[in-house]
């Protein structure tokens, strides 16, 4: 199990938490000190089922300064998994991946599907 995330992230920190007290091993990396490449998003997009705009951080300070809200629908996907490796900070975290399985952000009800 491998747990992208931003360690200062107060979602990141309860989702760790969860992983810890549900007794799961996980593998830990810091998305900003190491981007996750164009290609592992392309392979995770897949695999999630979820639509590209999921693995945007939204909410976050530099998706605003880009005024990405207005430019995503105008890129391509190959556009916009290029935005996506360019900086850590503008990827939706936590990711986990597990085996196949991908899960986007923190929601507990989503993730208790890992514990059965």
């Not at 309860?14 to 190491?34: C, M, N, P, T, Y």
Request: glycine letters at 8%.
């Amino acid at each position: 199990m491998l747990l992208i995330e931003y360690p200062k992230c107060g979602t990141c920190q309860k989702a760790v938490r969860w992983l810890v007290e549900k007794g799961f091993s996980f593998d830990r990396r810091h998305i900003k000190e190491q981007n996750p490449s164009a290609e592992e998003l392309k392979r995770w997009h897949r695999q999630s089922g979820l639509p590209l705009k999921r693995f945007f951080n939204t909410s976050g300070l530099l998706y605003k300064e880009l005024g990405l809200k207005d430019k995503l629908p105008g890129m391509s996907e190959e556009e916009q998994y290029a935005l996506l490796a360019s900086d850590g900070m503008l990827v939706k975290r936590p990711i986990l991946i597990h085996g196949v399985q991908v899960l986007v952000g923190f929601r507990e009800k989503e993730w208790e599907e890992l514990s059965r």
